[in-house]
Structure formats: structure tokens, C-alpha cells
């Protein structure tokens, strides 16, 4: 017994051949599957050098889909966050016939796939969809336009936020909501002084991952946007349609500067997570 | 607070963008092999519009699968033009959405099409399997590439060149073609659903030994992907593909714009549009306007037409490629 007691110490000391080789595992598939395909999406966007670089970055269509991208991504993240509080409010603070409906419709955009989700729109809003033909004659165009685009990117990130906001508004109770209010606080002020400041962190990190999913979103999209280059293509359309013309220099320039956007956008997390520092 | 000004300013700046546009704007809603063709036409056509009528015009463009473009249009996308792969996907407009009339393709010279093409091989340099015709692609051990007839409209080229070159070569005994083109397609490892993606799987991923394709296409894909790497076979007879063109009549009332529509197509005839299409592989239908080398790169081919084989294109859609057609029958028991 007292011979083995050292090495039990450790509970997880194994041999060091096992731990290099979980750890050479580890790092191989991480090299393999994601720093690799990273590193082949700079090195082809470099491939003729910067000059290249910049042009397929500055041409026109490519600077369009780059502020569609942004403007598309604001819209859709702060509807998603007052929709995700909104709910894990109703959600966590509150009991009500149905609750449980209600949370598993939240995750439905995770279980749908994104092709669907930009055909239900083409099916409501479309020339001979439900409401589209009204919506026409009133002038108002949703598809092949940008309404519709932020439209599908909001259905397939909805789920982001709350689904964040819920476990932890779940986990901190309603202790500190009930003491404010015997203590005479109105309904905001609960709001905005006990329970925002308890989950800004959840709330941030969920606005983070709807960001980059945002920004990335290609299958619905692509199904209503009607690819009009300068006016509906986003980023991610783009690139394919840089690629489909043989442009694979551009294609590249612009993939990479999605994923760097990516990486600041995952950056912007660990820092947070770091920051939140639990 | 700050993220919904930040909103708000993102969708101001989106607006004024909006604003400060050209005095017209035209839709292009295009098929797949275009793109390059109507980068250089669109900037031809908007210098002749300005000394003409003194006005910027701007025009956008969508590409995309000929079927999957023409679905677009009659769920709402606002083309002021449509120029795609074939009169079937026009039809389907005037049908279903009622956005042009059902004679449409009377109202342009030469059944509204200002260019033709054809379908070609494109094969591996050196043509290590020796593929001279189209009796040749349904030998076993040929990996042939073309898109889906169902979704690509180069592709229903393709399907009724190949049954054409078999009429003739088996007497008209359509049991012999079908079993030709059942062999055919077991040769075909994908079907992707434009042709752009085709010659990409054939270019890049390197997949099959002879890709099925618009004449354009595969000069093109010789010119940007590598002359070295591959060349083009011209089988011993082939289809005359007309892509046609049209004004979108509800959309061009709407937006007002019927006048530039119309001069943007009539254009396509001009000699300055058919010495473009002529520079990017579309056979012009008036040769004297384009230049002498690059009409001599076209090869003389024998070319039947849809008319005097087939007939029309809504009787061959429902013949061939509806459900339950014979693309379907046979692809079924491949």
C-alpha cells in the first residue's frame, strides 16, 4: 500500500509515454483538421502577394459584401440579444403553462437545417408565398433583398443568446430578484441593477458566438439572397462565387479576412472568459 | 445603447449607399458560363447608353444554375433581363409567374437568341483514353462529367446531344438509346447542379477521364485552369444550343426601365455585342461583326437543332427531364 500511495497522489498520473501520446493525439488532430486548412486559406490568398491580396479585398463587390456582412450581423445580434434576455427571463424568473414548449422551441433553429430555414422564408415572402404577393404590392421587398437575408440569419441565431442566458439565470436563482423587491425595487430596476449585471458575461459570450455564426451563415442565406452581386451578397457568398469564377486569389483574400474576423471574434471571447475570470 | 446606434448607423450608411446609385439600374439574372462574357458586355453597353441617351446606366448580375436562376425569377427576384441557358427556364416565367408572355421568344431575331454554342469534351492532355466521340462515353471505365439535366440547363444540352448522336448512330431504335444512355450515365460518378461546378470537379478535383460542356465553358477553363493540362475534342456531331434572351415585362414596368431593357438586348445584336461574344466563345450569329480569329476557333460540327429533332422546349422538358421522364427512368436503372 504504502508503496503505491505516491503515484495514487497524482489522480491523474499515467505513465509519460501515455500522456505524450494523448497529448502528440490531441495536437496532431488539432494541426491536422483546423491550423492546416487555416494556414492553406492564408497561404492561397497570398499566393501572388499582397498586390493581389489588396485587390481582391478593395474591388467594389467584395467591399459591398464586407459592409453587408457587418450590417447583417449588428442587425441580427442585437435583435437575437434582447430576444435571448427576454426569454431567459420569461424562461428562468417566471412560471407559465407551457414553459417547456417554449425553451425546446428555442433550440429548434439548431435542429433545422439552414437550407430549410431560408425556404420557409422564400415560401412566406416569396412571389407566391402566404404574404408576399401583399408585401410586393405594397412595395416592400424582404427576398432577394437584405430584410430577407437578416431575416434567415436571425432564425438560424436565435437559439445563441438565450441558450447561453438560460443555465446561468437558471443556476443564480430568483433569491436576489426576490430580496430587491422586498426591499421596494420596480421591475427595472430589478432589471438593470440585480439581474444584467449577474449575467453580463453569459450575455456577452452568447452575443459573441451569434456574432460569428452571423457573419458565417451561408446555406439560408444563399437561398434568398438571389446573389446580386454588390447588393445581397454577403461575404460567404461571395467567396464562392470568387471561387466559381476561377478568382481563386480573391476568393482566398476574402475567405481570410472572414476568418480573421472569426479569430478576433473567438480573441474577444477568451479574453472575456479571462476577464469573467471565475 | 451604443450597439443600437452602431445599428442604426450601419443601416444608414447601408440606405445612402442605396441612394447614390446611376440614373438606371438593370437586373441580369444570368446562368452560370456568362459571368466573364457579361463583365465586358455590361461596360460596353453602358458607354454606348451614355452617348446614346445620355444616361448612366448600371447593370447587376446574378449567376447561377439556368433551372435554379429561372425558380428565382418566379419566386420574386426582380430581373429586368433574363439571358439564360434555354427557352425551357423562359417559359417557366411566362407559365407559372405569368411575367412575360408565352411568345416571348418571337419578339427577338433568331428565336431571341444573339449567340449559340454547343456541347464539346473537354479532356486530360494527351487523351490517354482516347475519347473521340460519343460512343466512346458509355465504354466501361470512363468517368464522364457533366451536371444534373434536372437543375443545369448546359446539362439538358448535353443529355439531348448524346440522344441525338444515338438516334442516329442506332437507326432511331430507342431501346438501343436507352440502353446507350443507361451506360452513359453509369459512367457519371457526379452530378453537380450548375455547370460551373461540373468543370470545377473535373479542373480541380481532378475527378473523371471527359467533362460534358458548353463549347464556352471548356475554351474558357483551357484558357484560365491550363492549356497544358487539358485540351478539347470536338465529337463527330453535336446540338446547336440556344441560349435566348428576354425582357422581364411586369419587372421592367415596375421599375420603369422597359427602354434601357430593351436597348441592353437589341445590343446583344450589334456588332459590338457580337464581336464580345465571339471574344468569349459564343458563337455569334453574325460572324462578319466578330473577329477573324476568333471565329476561327470554332470547329465545323455538324449541329442538329432542338426544332427538327425534338420540337419545342415544353414538349421536351415533359418527354425528357419532368419527373417521372426519361432522364428519370434511366437514371433509375443505371
Known sequence: ?278 | MKLARLGLAAVLVALSCAVARADTALLNVSYDPTREFYRDFNAAFAQAWKAESGETVQVRMSHGGSGRQSRSVIDGLEADVVTLALGYDIDAIADIRGALPADWQTRLPNESSPYTSTIVFLVRKGNPKAIRDWGDLAKPGIGVVTPNPKTSGGARWNFLAAWAWAEDAFGRDEAKVRAYMTALFKNVPVLDTGARGSTTTFVKRGIGDVLLAWENEAHLALRELGPDAFEIVAPSMSILAQPPVAVVDANVDKHGTRKAAQAYLDFLYAPEGQRLAARHYYRPIHPEHAAKDDVARFPELRLVTLKDRFGDWRATQKRFFDDGGIFDQIFATR
Request: proline share 5%.
Open chain 1, 1 to 278: 500500500m504504502s508503496l503505491l500511495s505516491p503515484r495514487r497522489a497524482h489522480a491523474v498520473a499515467e505513465a509519460p509515454a501515455v500522456r505524450f501520446l494523448l497529448l502528440g493525439l490531441a495536437l496532431a488532430a488539432v494541426a491536422l483538421f483546423l491550423l492546416l486548412p487555416l494556414g492553406v486559406v492564408f497561404a492561397e490568398a497570398f499566393a501572388r502577394g499582397w498586390a493581389a491580396f489588396a485587390e481582391g479585398v478593395a474591388d467594389p463587390d467584395a467591399r459591398a459584401a464586407i459592409r453587408l456582412t457587418l450590417l447583417v450581423a449588428a442587425i441580427s445580434v442585437s435583435v437575437n440579444l434582447v430576444f435571448g434576455v427576454a426569454a431567459a427571463w420569461a424562461v428562468t424568473k417566471f412560471d407559465f403553462p407551457g414553459k417547456s414548449v417554449l425553451v425546446t422551441l428555442i433550440d429548434l433553429p439548431f435542429s433545422v437545417s439552414p437550407v430549410i430555414a431560408g425556404l420557409i422564408y422564400v415560401l412566406l415572402f416569396g412571389a407566391h408565398g402566404l404574404i408576399g404577393p401583399w408585401l410586393i404590392a405594397h412595395g416592400v421587398e424582404v427576398i432577394f433583398a437584405v430584410p430577407g437575408i437578416v431575416l434567415a440569419t436571425m432564425f438560424v441565431t436565435l437559439p445563441f443568446v438565450a441558450r447561453e442566458l438560460i443555465p446561468t439565470m437558471e443556476m443564480l436563482g430568483r433569491g436576489d430578484e426576490e430580496a430587491a423587491r422586498t426591499l421596494g425595487a420596480s421591475g427595472w430596476q430589478i432589471f438593470f441593477r440585480v439581474t444584467l449585471p449577474n449575467v453580463k458575461w453569459a450575455a456577452l459570450y452568447g452575443v459573441l458566438l451569434c456574432n460569428a455564426r452571423a457573419m458565417g451563415e451561408f446555406g439560408a442565406v444563399s437561398v434568398v439572397s438571389g446573389h446580386l452581386r454588390g447588393l445581397t451578397n454577403t461575404m460567404p457568398l461571395h467567396i464562392e462565387i470568387l471561387y466559381n469564377e476561377y478568382n481563386f486569389v480573391a476568393a482566398f483574400a476574402v475567405a481570410s479576412l472572414l476568418a480573421l474576423m472569426a479569430l478576433v471574434t473567438l480573441a474577444l471571447k477568451s479574453g472575456l472568459e479571462a476577464l469573467g475570470g471565475k
